[in-house]
């Protein structure tokens, strides 16, 4: 991974909870600063906070940004005191068509003047954000030890999470629109029709969550559904299943495909996922609406559990996460030798 001798992260995040890594970081070194623009919604007061940061730490030689939404604002203050290096990083490739989705579009688009060094974890996310501009594609890495299939791992989750032989479709997302849980459902409901003996396994949080699980009681298949949260062993959830299913609205590139791939898992994208997620020759796009319900319908109806998924077919091995730090670790120490020569 990142040479910590050689490179340190400190990270600002835009909420005022402590999050799921954070004794991590700190174990490892890294400081943590809290702003909660998120919460309060108060742009004025996160200005004024930003301000402050950057005449107090002014040791900061590259800022590497992922939050497109508020880049205009952390990026811009950086490049007013004059922070070398301002990265804007581009993980979407859509946005929702409401007033607020509108309105973080735009502000998305004003990233790339504050910006100095562009990177986008897909075409199509980089030309979301940076329009005709050029930008670097650099592709999202993830330990893929961690999702090698363990047949051991399989029995014990499984047995965890009260499945015994039913067949599972997985899922890994937050619970917005955008990942289009409501569609799941509705696939999963007509699945369930074909193969009776069969599970849902969701695993997220978010300001859906609620909706989705009165829509489960709605559709009559509640009983069927395993809503487990968050955890930081994803990995081991995807031992537990048998098939993995994102009907995305858009998605810059997921890591969740990757790593259900990795883990040996069919896995059926929607059509508005970048075909830079696939890896494995199998895997499948499906164009999503009412109308095309079925086609996932008989898509997943007719998937056979694979026996032997520790030998799945890699197309490529770039989302290997030792190559993805690597690079990235070449390009910070690039980038500090250049702002110090």
Request: include cysteine; aromatic fraction near 12%; hydrophobic fraction near 40%.
């Amino acid at each position: 991974m990142v040479d910590k001798s050689k490179v340190q992260f400190d990270f600002v995040v835009h909420h005022a909870a402590v999050g799921l890594y954070e004794d991590e970081i700190q174990e490892l070194g890294g400081k943590i600063y809290h702003f909660t623009v998120l919460d309060d919604k108060n742009v004025v007061k996160y200005i004024s906070e930003l301000n402050r940061f950057f005449d107090e730490h002014k040791e900061y030689q590259i800022i590497h940004g992922h939050l497109s939404s508020l880049a205009v604002f952390y990026l811009g203050v950086a490049k007013k005191y004059n922070v070398p290096w301002r990265i804007a990083h581009s993980h979407g490739a859509g946005f929702l068509h409401t007033l607020k989705g509108t309105a973080k579009y735009l502000l998305f688009r004003t990233t790339k003047w504050n910006a100095n060094v562009r990177l986008a974890c897909s075409t199509e996310a980089g030309k979301y954000l940076y329009g005709k501009d050029t930008f670097e594609f650099v592709p999202n890495g993830i330990d893929v030890d961690r999702f090698t299939f363990d047949e051991n791992k399989r029995i014990e989750m499984r047995k965890m999470l009260g499945i015994r032989d039913e067949y599972v479709i997985g899922h890994v997302g937050r619970f917005n629109l955008q990942k289009n849980h409501e569609y799941l459902l509705r696939i999963f409901k007509e699945v369930q029709q074909k193969t009776p003996n069969i599970k849902l396994l969701l695993l997220g949080e978010g300001e859906l969550f609620s909706k989705i699980q009165n829509l489960a009681e709605d559709l009559e298949i509640k009983d069927k559904i395993i809503f487990a949260g968050v955890h930081k062993d994803v990995e081991n959830y995807y031992q537990a299943m048998d098939a993995f299913v994102l009907p995305s609205l858009f998605e810059g590139l997921p890591v969740t495909g990757i790593e259900a791939q990795y883990s040996g898992l069919p896995c059926f994208f929607s059509d508005e996922v970048t075909r830079e997620v696939k890896i494995c020759s199998d895997t499948k796009f499906l164009k999503i609406g009412n109308e095309n319900l079925g086609l996932w319908v008989d898509a997943i109806s007719q998937q056979r559990i694979n026996k032997e998924r520790n030998k799945i077919e890699l197309i490529t091995k770039k989302f290997d996460i030792r190559t993805a730090a690597k690079s990235m670790e070449k390009r910070y120490i690039d980038l500090w030798k250049q702002s110090n020569s």
